[in-house]
């Protein structure tokens, strides 16, 4: 036998065991995802990092990758060379990609609990990521992801410092839909470049001290701010010249019982000349009525509009903060202002068409525009069929919750008759999961 039909013997059954694995084996190989994740062996990577590094570089157009559920304790790293990668999760509450780490720096007492994390230290699991310093690092332009929940471990177990990050991205265009994003100091560190833009929408973030940091033009539209001891501080942004900053619409500030005493703050100005807008929030728990507080830097502007309480009732900004000091490096004590509240015509232009397109017309909500249910499912012995949906790049079937099979056609003949009610989702052209 000669070694290219050899290979191709071998090539062809590993193909067919992984249909096996993910049903429609009797479709063609076509998969509406470039890669698959999965925990159990029935994908094509078990880990996430491996899924990425296996991206061609340089690409121009989206990289699919379905992550299954499942626990994934791993740093991941999505380089420079590696633009558009779309990381998918099945489900935000069961795909979690997280790890123990923090960048606390060398204590005199070595017995520290988070010396034994610290990415600074040669003897822990996680010094072979002092380069990120994060769960996650984002490096490369145009990414995006939904339905993940990205964890520190060591921020949520200790409900202390220091830095232990769950996510820092540093390219322009990133996009997240509906993922969780929970640590306790320094949850999420954004670009700190003032041209960058990122798009949040529909998420959870979860933390206590300066959770939502960095710089970049960012809006944050439908999201819960969930805040986890006493005195919490959600965003903390370093802005010079961005046009709009950090932007916050039409979310939630939350927390639990300890963050709902009243010492809640909004914010603090970390470098040069930062911005932060909340317009149309609803305030869950009581926010300290002077709402923000000095770090180390005078606002560009710290403002507010259309706050209200978990009643709908108008927030009082009577006793916002408006004068901010700080201590300069040359020991300067240097004071300025800031307005507290903006007009609604000022609010009505912090818009996703202001802010997020720009002149590449970036559109990452589009992206998350949600397909319909296929219609007339119709499953006979192993056989599941539907009605086409407009739109789609292809199906992901269930059996149950258990993903039974990917297609890019409306048929797919699964390797054993289904247990669990049978589901089909449509995947859009960019990896976005459809109704189900």
Known sequence: MSMNLSASISSSLAAVALLMLCGCAEESLTNPFHAVVAQDGSGDFLTVQEAVNAAPDSLTSPYLIFIKNGSYEENVVVPESKPYIHLIGQDKEQTIIHYKLNVGSEPENKDEEYWKYSVHNPESPAHPFEES?????VKAPYFYTENISYVNDYGVSAQTGPQALAMKTRADCAAFNNCIFRSFQDTWMTSTKDEHRHYVNNCWIEGAVDYLYGGGDV???????YNVRSGSVIVAPCHTKAKYGYVMRNCV???????????????????????????????RIPVAPEGWTNMGAIPGIFAEFGSRDSLGRPIDLSSRKTIYNYTSREGENITGESRTSITENEA?????ANMIPGEDGWDPRGMMSKLPVPANIRVDDVTVSWDAVNDARGY????????????????????????GGVKVQAVNAYGSLGNV
Not at 219 to 225: A, D, G, K, S, Y
């Open 133 to 137: 310093g994060s769960v996650v690092l």
């Open 219 to 225: 809006l944050v539209e439908n999201t819960t701010f």
């Open 253 to 283: 500030v939350d927390g639990n019982n300890a963050a709902a005493d009243g010492t809640t703050l909004l914010g603090r100005p970390w470098h040069n000349s930062p911005q932060a807008r909340f317009v149309n929030t609803v305030m």
């Open 348 to 352: 009505s232009a912090l818009t996703y």
């Open 396 to 419: 992901i079937v269930y059996d149950g919750d258990e993903v039974a099979g990917f297609t890019t056609g409306n048929r797919c003949t699964l390797s054993r008759v289904p247990e």
